[in-house]
């Protein structure tokens, strides 16, 4: 058995079809299809040890990662277990999710703050309002009286 393939052309002999229509599974295989399956684990899966084997597995067999879980850079990729490194990507997640709500608390504090103070500049309070045209109100009716009595007096000055 060579290989899983075999490089020889199909029935047609035609390159133009491309490679996908020249693969081709090797004899020996289509022969005895029980070939594939090769077992080399000492445990099996019916075995009551198997999950205990899994996961020691996954706990003591070190690898790199790439950094697309947040951790390590492409020159210093994290090394470690499957299981550390799972551990590893949910505390990093962990602490940014908690880094991002403190920061949005923070933004929500200043922002009611400044609502705070633009309400307090930009509202319209009525009864200071109504104040101030009641003090308008009468600061115009004597200022009325004033220049009335001043046309009086010229009036009589203009009599004399």
Do not use: C, H, W
Not at 9 to 34: C, E, F, M, Y
Not at 89 to 104: L, R
Not at 119 to 143: H, K, P, R
């Amino acid at each position: 058995m060579g290989g899983l393939f075999s490089d020889r052309l199909t029935g047609s002999g035609s390159q133009v079809t491309g490679l996908a229509a020249r693969i081709d599974v090797n004899g020996a295989l289509k022969a005895d299809p029980s070939a594939l399956v090769k077992i080399t684990a000492t445990t099996l899966e019916s075995d009551e040890t198997r999950p205990s084997f899994l996961v020691a597995a996954l706990q003591n067999t070190g690898r790199f990662f790439k950094p697309a879980g947040g951790l390590g850079t492409v020159t210093n990729p994290f090394q470690g277990s499957v299981l550390s490194y799972a551990r590893s990507v949910i505390v990093t997640q962990t602490n940014d999710a908690a880094t991002a709500q403190q920061i949005a608390e923070g933004q929500e504090a200043v922002v009611t703050q400044l609502q705070a103070r633009f309400d307090s500049v930009a509202a319209v309070n009525i009864d200071e309002e109504m104040t101030l045209l009641i003090q308008l109100q009468t600061a115009y009716g004597a200022n009325a009286r004033v220049m009335s009595a001043v046309r009086e007096m010229l009036d009589m000055l203009r009599q004399m």
